[in-house]
């Protein structure tokens, strides 16, 4: 067999064979009149994929349910997580408040504790170091601090029991001269923190003796004699029994005049013009301001209640005076210019008293 032959029939086979093939494929494949053979696809391939999207989606249920209960765990415990946390945060809030609380408690001052304490470094301060005691004898603080000291319950009956109390109620070093009792400036306060002030051997004086400087110039005399008159009239009734309602108001007009009188000529330019003139104002400011307790306490309690004959002191020795103050509610006011020296010598006077009734 030549080659030509042999090439023949070898052509002849593979044709045979591509034509069993196509037949075999026949059966098994359908066309759709696709020409575009390279993307031919087997008909089997939709139904598999099919199966396989469906396992897919049973399996992606499966884990998504199984990561679904995972964060549901992992919830509950973050919640369980903060339950915990806010109960102790509300434990250790009580904790602390417990520990801030005992804490405090060992350094906790009752008031009353706290006031002793106060007056003995008050006393200390008195009784030991006198250089520190000027502004305290001239406001009558000082004063007033030994008088409720001795006006105490257990001092009073320690001041009647002690074997010195003779001794101290008969001792000349305690009479008061009539200049001395006549400088000491008394003040009996009413419900509203006003005061009515008055010298010790006069009770309520028909005329003040004594305007600061901001108030004694000219430019005042009328309403400074207005005034006076006024309180005259009100206190002669007062000491005739007369409840003096008209005089009252008079008096008060008349303390409104003075103050209208005070502030107009007090403007802030001139009261800030330098120290001494702010110093002056704020004197004649407080002296006003007195002047209106008196007035507010005249129309409270009416001009004869105001003006009892018990506010005025009849006697020559300190215990009396004491005595007498305690008795109908009486305070020493602070001390005019030129009364200072009476108040330092009335200061050491019951300075003594107080510490023989102490250190008996």
């Known amino acids: 067999m030549t080659c030509r032959n042999l090439r023949i029939v070898v052509t002849i086979l593979l044709a045979a064979v591509g034509g069993l093939c196509q ?34 989606l049973v399996r992606a249920y499966g884990e998504a349910t199984v990561d679904d209960a995972a964060a549901r765990e992992i919830r509950s415990r973050a919640v369980r997580q903060e339950i915990q ?75 009647t029991s002690t074997s010195r109390a003779g001794e101290l109620k008969q001792s000349d070093e305690l009479k008061l ?40 110039g000219e430019e005042f005399t009328r309403e400074r004699r207005d005034y006076e008159q006024a309180r005259a009239a009100v206190v002669l009734a007062g000491r005739n029994g007369i409840d003096a309602h008209a005089e009252i108001g008079k008096l008060l007009k008349a303390y409104d005049q003075l103050d209208a009188a005070f502030r107009k000529q007090n403007d802030r330019e001139s009261r800030l013009k330098n120290q001494a003139a702010f110093r002056h104002y704020t004197t004649g400011r407080r002296f006003l301001q007195a002047l209106a307790g ?61 510490v023989a009734v102490v250190d008996e």
């Open 177 to 216: 001269n009539e200049e001395v009792l006549h400088r000491l400036r008394l003040k009996r306060d009413s419900t509203d923190g006003k005061a009515v002030i008055f010298r010790a051997d006069e009770g309520v004086a028909l005329a003040i003796d004594w305007w600061p400087y901001a108030l004694r």
């Open 23 to 56: 037949t075999d494929s026949a059966f098994a494949q359908v066309t759709y009149g696709r020409r575009n053979w390279a993307v031919y696809q087997s008909p089997a391939t939709p139904l598999s994929a099919e199966i396989h999207a469906t396992a897919d």
């Open 294 to 354: 008196e007035v507010l306490q005249f129309q409270v309690a009416g001009g004869a209640r105001a003006l009892e004959d018990n506010m005025q002191f009849h006697g020559d020795h300190l215990i009396a005076l004491l005595t007498h103050m305690s008795r109908n509610g009486l305070e020493f006011a602070p001390a005019v210019p030129g009364d200072e020296a009476a108040y330092r010598r009335v200061f050491q006077m019951m300075r003594d008293v107080y």
């Open 85 to 159: 946390n806010s109960v102790d945060f509300v434990r250790a809030y009580w904790e602390r408040r417990s520990i801030n609380e005992a804490e405090r408690l060992k350094r906790y001052v009752s008031p009353l504790q706290r006031a002793k304490n106060q007056n003995a470094k008050t006393w200390e301060r008195l009784r030991d170091h006198p250089e520190l005691n000027g502004p305290a004898i001239a406001e009558g603080t000082a004063l007033n601090f030994l008088l409720n000291r001795l006006a105490s319950s257990a001092l009073a009956y320690q001041l």
